[in-house]
């Protein structure tokens, strides 16, 4: 961060905060997490951001849903039927490659 920079952030800063700072770069350690530790969390509704936003990281991103099934086969290999249009097939080839002639679909690549 650029010197102009810190000092635009830490305009208004509490002494405490600014001794933290002075203190954190002699020690060559994070500015920002001691100065969220120390000032920040003296503001109630920026505090509760970002406990929130870590509780958010902690957790990963979002579980990928299972994609939909749009087809329905055979359990002997008879025949495979298209969820999307209601077409039954009984061809061979149309059930291996799960491939409804009517949608024009591959059901799975």
């Given at each position: 961060m650029l010197a102009a920079e810190l000092k635009t952030l830490l305009a208004g800063a509490s002494p405490e905060a600014l001794r933290l700072v002075r203190a954190?770069?002699?020690?060559?350690?994070?500015?920002?997490?001691?100065?969220?530790?120390?000032?920040?969390?003296?503001?109630?509704?920026?505090?509760?951001?970002?406990?929130?936003?870590?509780?958010?990281?902690?957790?990963?991103?979002?579980?990928?849903?299972e994609p939909a099934k749009t087809y329905e086969l055979d359990p002997r290999g008879g025949w495979i039927k298209c969820l999307k249009c209601g077409r039954t097939s009984h061809h061979p080839e149309d059930v291996s490659e799960k491939y409804c002639v009517s949608c024009h679909h591959f059901h799975e690549p």
């Amino acid at each position: 961060m650029l010197a102009a920079e810190l000092k635009t952030l830490l305009a208004g800063a509490s002494p405490e905060a600014l001794r933290l700072v002075r203190a954190a770069r002699e020690r060559d350690v994070t500015i920002l997490q001691e100065f969220i530790n120390t000032s920040v969390s003296k503001v109630p509704h920026v505090d509760a951001m970002y406990r929130m936003q870590t509780e958010i990281f902690q957790m990963g991103p979002p579980p990928v849903p299972e994609p939909a099934k749009t087809y329905e086969l055979d359990p002997r290999g008879g025949w495979i039927k298209c969820l999307k249009c209601g077409r039954t097939s009984h061809h061979p080839e149309d059930v291996s490659e799960k491939y409804c002639v009517s949608c024009h679909h591959f059901h799975e690549p």
